[in-house]
């Protein structure tokens, strides 16, 4: 049982180039979230979704696409990386929405020169 | 929209002294409040949570804290803290009337044990 896998966990990107961000998780939850981790502002929500096939934006998500084909992945899209978005970006996953423990994968530290 | 206040961004303390990392929280509606924890180049965990019944909530590795409804706060504590206790904490609150709203996390408290 892995739980919450990112993949990549390190990247460097020049400014325009494009990436995907893989998250996986294998507890079968209907949940899953995007967040990204800067200095001093704690985690904000980028992008989430309540079940395979929906998502939804989040606090942050400006420059940022997602997709959920499989209940077991979710995936975020870079399409044209900015210095802005150099971050630590968390995926998590839950049962349910509010009230439920979510569970993080370890991030992807993404640096964009 | 709801918001989290952790009033101090860094709290050093000695082994084996008590400790409490504050977080307020602003809501219009009722809310579910958490601690997470997340150790160095890690992923974050669930310390504990406060959902409904007693205000004073247990969680993993000897913490504890307290809702306080009239204050809005939701204060981390741990009588006693160790060196593996070094991690940043972070206090995130979700409001109940909704299931798709995540988290929304404070900016954290970096806890720094020293011998």
């Known amino acids: 049982n892995a739980g919450v896998t990112q993949t990549p966990k390190f990247r460097v990107l020049k400014t325009g180039q494009s990436m995907t961000l893989l998250c996986a998780q294998d507890m079968n939850h209907e949940y899953m979230y995007w967040y990204r981790q800067d200095p001093g502002m704690g985690l904000r929500l980028i992008h989430y979704?309540?079940?395979?096939?929906?998502?939804a934006k989040g606090e942050v998500p400006d420059g940022y696409n997602v997709s959920r084909l499989k209940k077991q992945n979710f995936l975020l899209g870079l399409e044209s990386a900015a210095p802005s978005q150099t971050s630590v970006y968390f995926c998590?996953?839950?049962?349910?929405?509010?009230?439920?423990?979510?569970?993080f994968g370890p991030g992807t530290r993404l640096t964009v020169t | 929209a709801q918001s989290v206040t952790q009033l101090d961004s860094q709290v050093p303390v000695f082994e084996e002294a008590p400790v409490e990392l504050r977080c307020n929280y602003s809501s219009s509606v009722s809310v579910y409040l958490f601690w997470y924890v997340q150790y160095p180049n890690q992923g974050l965990q669930l310390l504990l949570k406060y959902l409904s019944g007693s205000t004073l909530v247990k969680g993993i590795n000897g913490f504890e804290a307290e809702f306080n409804k009239s204050q809005t706060s939701f204060h981390l504590r741990k009588p006693s803290v160790h060196i593996s206790d070094t991690a940043e904490y972070f206090c995130a609150v979700s409001v109940r009337d909704t299931g798709r709203r995540a988290l929304t996390f404070g900016s954290g408290t970096r806890l720094q044990v020293q011998p």
């Open positions: 998590a996953s839950s049962y349910r929405g509010t009230g439920s423990e979510q569970y």
């Open positions: 979704s309540v079940g395979e096939g929906t998502t």
